[in-house]
């Protein structure tokens, strides 16, 4: 199609920078939206050369005939709402993560996409970020060896606050595992190349909004976690969330590490090192101890073709490129519907086990096969 027209459904901070890169692209236009929040609407409303019509419900948008692809970006929790009468059209989809906040509902809308023609497509933009999308490149070509370790920190500022603050209850939000951190589960899936098979995790609520009440409820989100991943391989992999430690530099720093070397992203620096191992088998002398940097490349990875970087270092922008392209080339959704619901289930066996103090096994949330 010469032009793809998009309708919006949920104008919130999220919703509003999809709008952002779907006009930085070329041959898309928003032509319609949906939100109860007037001042959200108006924010939306205002990004637009071309003001898109304002729909009362997403049954009357999706009914329009305005539309050839939808991004879904409503609150958490109801997600699987939105998409059950999305996945009944024949319209393009792009939904933001986690896909879910529980499996049943994730279940339900694999299940309600199966032989659908139309792209169903989960939003994980980590894995588009430039020094990152390098990094998965070069350890899929064999660049470090056979993959045994991925570690995945983020240290960062609280959550930002949301329409009615729903983000600050775990049950609208999946729980932080899951909100915040289900695109790092699927990075390490992607990375490894495995579906995982246990978790293991230590976490809780130690600083942000504990002095925070609404209705005399307080905010049960997480702060702080270790979570460790086993796959079937004997490969691992770690997540360090701390949500308040803003006052860091280079806040996101991924590490992948083969038996001949190792991989380093970070950002917001855009800088990517690799370096490969002597080989201490055969020498006579180790020469250099490790932390001399001795044998590391680092460099900045960008791409220039990003016309808007966005919140996501240009990371969202690349994937609603490859959207657009997939509609046009009637290629596969590069993030399954499938694939966004094992980063949720990651999640959620996560949170099980800070809540048991005891390893999860995957296969006790998701049915045989998954």
Same mark, same amino acid.
């Given at each position: 199609?010469?032009?793809?027209? &998009?309708?919006?459904? #949920?104008? #919130?901070?999220?919703?509003?920078?999809?709008?952002?890169?779907?006009?930085?692209? $070329?041959?898309?236009?928003?032509?319609?939206?949906?939100?109860?929040?007037?001042?959200?609407?108006?924010?939306?409303?205002?990004?637009?050369?071309?003001?898109?019509?304002?729909?009362?419900?997403?049954?009357?948008?999706? =009914?329009?005939?305005?539309?050839?692809?939808?991004?879904?970006?409503?609150?958490?929790?109801?997600?699987?709402?939105?998409?059950?009468?999305?996945?009944?059209?024949?319209?393009?989809?792009?939904?933001?993560?986690?896909?879910?906040?529980?499996?049943?509902?994730?279940?339900?809308?694999?299940?309600?996409?199966?032989?659908?023609?139309?792209?169903?497509?989960?939003?994980?933009?980590?894995?588009?970020?430039? !020094?990152?999308?390098?990094?998965?490149?070069?350890?899929?070509?064999?660049?470090?060896?056979?993959?045994?370790?991925?570690?995945?920190?983020?240290?960062?500022? !609280?959550?930002?606050?949301?329409?009615?603050?729903?983000?600050?209850?775990?049950?609208?939000?999946?729980?932080?595992?899951?909100?915040?951190?289900?695109?790092?589960?699927?990075?390490?899936?992607?990375?490894?190349?495995?579906?995982?098979?246990?978790?293991?995790?230590?976490?809780?609520?130690?600083?942000?909004?504990?002095?925070?009440? &609404?209705?005399?409820?307080?905010? $049960?989100?997480?702060?702080?976690? &270790?979570?460790?991943?086993?796959?079937?391989?004997?490969?691992?992999?770690?997540?360090?969330?701390?949500?308040?430690?803003?006052?860091?530099?280079?806040?996101?720093?991924?590490?992948?590490?083969? $038996?001949?070397?190792?991989?380093?992203?970070?950002? !917001?620096?855009?800088?990517?090192? &690799?370096?490969?191992?002597?080989?201490?088998?055969?020498?006579?002398?180790?020469?250099?101890?490790?932390?001399?940097?001795?044998?590391?490349?680092?460099?900045?990875?960008?791409?220039?073709?990003?016309?808007?970087?966005?919140?996501?270092?240009?990371?969202?922008?690349?994937?609603?490129?490859?959207?657009?392209?997939?509609?046009?080339?009637?290629? !596969?959704?590069?993030?399954?519907?499938?694939?966004?619901?094992?980063?949720?289930?990651?999640?959620?066996?996560?949170?099980?086990?800070? =809540?048991?103090?005891? =390893?999860?096994?995957?296969?006790?949330?998701?049915?045989?096969?998954?």
């Amino acid at each position: 199609m010469s032009k793809i027209r &998009y309708g919006i459904i #949920g104008c #919130g901070s999220m919703g509003r920078e999809h709008i952002e890169n779907i006009l930085a692209l $070329d041959g898309t236009e928003v032509t319609a939206l949906v939100d109860t929040d007037e001042n959200s609407r108006a924010q939306a409303l205002a990004l637009c050369p071309q003001p898109p019509r304002v729909f009362d419900s997403p049954a009357a948008l999706y =009914a329009s005939g305005l539309c050839d692809a939808l991004v879904i970006a409503t609150p958490n929790y109801t997600h699987a709402e939105v998409l059950r009468p999305a996945l009944e059209t024949d319209l393009h989809i792009l939904v933001e993560k986690p896909l879910c906040t529980t499996i049943a509902d994730g279940l339900d809308v694999v299940e309600r996409a199966r032989g659908r023609h139309a792209l169903v497509w989960v939003a994980q933009e980590y894995r588009y970020m430039p !020094p990152v999308a390098e990094m998965i490149r070069m350890a899929h070509a064999g660049r470090v060896g056979r993959l045994h370790q991925v570690a995945i920190r983020e240290h960062r500022e !609280p959550f930002y606050p949301k329409v009615g603050d729903w983000n600050r209850f775990s049950a609208n939000t999946g729980g932080t595992l899951v909100e915040k951190c289900c695109h790092y589960f699927n990075l390490m899936d992607l990375v490894l190349g495995e579906r995982p098979l246990r978790v293991f995790a230590s976490g809780g609520q130690r600083v942000n909004h504990l002095d925070e009440r &609404y209705g005399g409820r307080t905010p $049960d989100i997480l702060d702080s976690a &270790y979570v460790i991943v086993e796959y079937p391989s004997g490969a691992r992999a770690m997540l360090d969330l701390c949500m308040f430690a803003e006052n860091s530099v280079d806040n996101e720093h991924i590490t992948v590490v083969g $038996d001949e070397g190792k991989l380093e992203s970070l950002l !917001p620096s855009l800088t990517l090192r &690799y370096g490969r191992r002597e080989d201490w088998g055969t020498r006579a002398a180790w020469g250099a101890p490790s932390g001399t940097e001795r044998g590391v490349s680092v460099r900045r990875v960008w791409d220039s073709t990003v016309k808007y970087a966005g919140q996501h270092f240009g990371a969202s922008f690349i994937e609603h490129r490859q959207f657009a392209a997939a509609i046009r080339n009637g290629t !596969p959704a590069e993030v399954s519907l499938e694939e966004g619901l094992r980063s949720v289930a990651t999640g959620l066996a996560a949170h099980q086990s800070i =809540a048991t103090g005891r =390893a999860v096994e995957l296969r006790d949330l998701l049915p045989a096969g998954w």
